[in-house]
Each structure stands twice: as C-alpha cells, then as structure tokens.
C-alpha cells in the first residue's frame, strides 16, 4: 500500500508597515482571499493587549504610563513586545498545524523598527540584527514579510483621522524614522525574504485598497509556490 505524502508545511506570512500603512486591512483581506481560493487561512495580530500578560504591559506603554517613548532603554523595550509574542507562541503553533497559511499583522521587524527608530543611524543594524537573533530563537521563522511601504506623512494623517494617538503615533521623530528603517530590513533580508509594496499612487495619496491587496496575494502565491 502506497503511504500518502505528508502534508505541505502552513507558510507563515508576515504584513509590517508604518501607523497608518494599512496592515490590518491588508492581512484581513489577504486571508479573506485566500479563504475564497479554497485554502485554510487564519490571522493573528500585535500587541495582544487583552490577550496576554505582556500585552497588558504594553498597553500601557502606549498609554504614556512610563513616560515618554525614550524613557525606556530600547531593549528594554524590546522585551516587551518580544514577551508578547513568546506567550502567544502555542496560539501560532496551533494556527501552522490548523491551516495552510497563517497570516501575522506585525511581528520582529515591528520590534526592530519601533524600539530602534530613534536610536543613530550607525546602532541601528546591530540592534536589529540583535531582535530577530533573539526572537527567532522562539518563533517560527516568515517564509515572506510584506512591507507596505507608505509616505510617513500619509501614515500619520491616516492614523490621526481613524483614533487618538498612542505614544508611539504621537512622537513625530519616531514616525519620520519608520519607513526608512523598515526599508533597510527589506534590503538586508532580516529573518527572512521581504517584499515591498508601495502603497501611494504617483500623484499622491493612497492606491486602491484592491490594488494593493492583489499585489500582497500576488506576492504571497510566490511565497506558497516555493519550495
């Protein structure tokens, strides 16, 4: 009797971006598509600020209750989100051996980007190199990260209009550093392939929602089809 191949390891997609870049909207509707071609999709975003211990924490981050973003050391808190996402880790693992591709909204290059944003051009690669060594030692490592790359100035009336701003939105200096910093992970490959998608039209302004959403499927059947 012939013995069935086992089945094809779950692709772990990862969707980074700036405040504002469009990422929840983005991974809703890559799962949603990915549903409508038959394939089993699940989604799993951060900060888990219900759901963990660490996520509590960060919450209250965000509220300013340490004070302002540079009253912490960055790897202090790099900790932080780090925590979150190692306590969430048997929720990843069940949604990899559950579906064919699990979708996360922010993961490492987050933690990279936004604990080390304000720190000098020279420190950033070493203390990015530095998060995904120590994260990845946990987690799953992304078969694709996604970065929607948006002007920071769009990002920020985007986020400006849809909330009030947390400490991390509201720090200017931080904002005008994200997109850059997450270019520079793109280029360098951290942790994995990375694709970048530009989420502004040349004459300014957002592109369709549609557009871009057919880009990050497109980019993602790359990722599938792999070996």
Known sequence: MTQAPPPAAAKLIVIEGGDGAGKQTQSQALVQRL???GRRAARVAFPRYENNIAGSIIARLLRGEFGSVGALAP????????????ETLPLIQRALAENDVVVIDRYVGSNAVYQGALLPESDF???????????????PKPDLTIFL????????SMAEAR?????????RDLQAAVAGRYARLAAWQLGGPWAQIDVMADAGGYRPIEAIASDVLQAVKGACQAA
Not at 75 to 86: G, P, V
Not at 125 to 139: G, T, W, Y
Not at 149 to 156: D, G, I, Q, Y
Not at 163 to 171: F, M, Q, T, V
């Open 149 to 156: 790359n948006a002007a920071p100035e769009a990002s920020r």
């Open 35 to 37: 549903q409508d071609q």
């Open 75 to 86: 790897e202090i808190r790099m900790l932080m989100f780090a925590a979150d996402r190692f």
């Open 163 to 171: 909330a009030e701003l947390d400490a991390y939105e509201a720090n």
């Open 125 to 139: 690669e070493p203390f990015a190199r530095m998060v995904f060594e120590f994260e990845l030692k946990i987690l």
